[in-house]
Nanobody, 123 residues
Framework: HVQLVESGGGSVPAGGSLRLSCEAS????????MGWFRQAPGKERQGVAA?????ITYYTDSVKGRFTISQDNAKLYLQMNDLKPEDTAMYYC????????????????????WGQGTQVTVS
């Protein structure tokens, strides 16, 4: 079983930056894919960024050039720059195992471990 704990959320003005962290514990040896998802009030959860085999990255179009996903062993990061009010959401870390890279890794169905979330508010 894998446990994921997010941190680093907060309230920032538009144009500001935040760095989210996710620490994984437990048996992570089989999980080659990690991702960040977000859910705003009244909206469905959306894939923001994913990383496969600690190297290959994917981003949803609205965050390309502003967000960067990275992984260092059992820790996952999301550097968020030039934040916009529409980035306001609860952000979740997720882990899973997949057989190949591809943009399908931005789908919830590709992950089976989830954290509790950290709130990001941009005003």
């Amino acid at each position: 079983h894998v446990q994921l704990v997010e941190s680093g959320g907060g309230s920032v003005p538009a144009g500001g930056s935040l760095r989210l962290s996710c620490e994984a514990s437990g048996d992570t040896s089989h999980d080659n894919t990690m991702g960040w998802f977000r859910q705003a009030p009244g909206k469905e959860r959306q894939g923001v960024a994913a990383i496969f085999d600690s190297m290959i990255t994917y981003y949803t179009d609205s965050v390309k050039g502003r967000f960067t996903i990275s992984q260092d062993n059992a820790k996952l990061y999301l550097q968020m720059n030039d934040l916009k009010p529409e980035d306001t959401a609860m952000y979740y870390c997720a882990a899973g195992m997949n057989v190949a890279a591809g943009r399908y890794l931005l789908q919830e169905s590709q992950f089976y471990y989830w954290g509790q979330g950290t709130q990001v508010t941009v005003s």
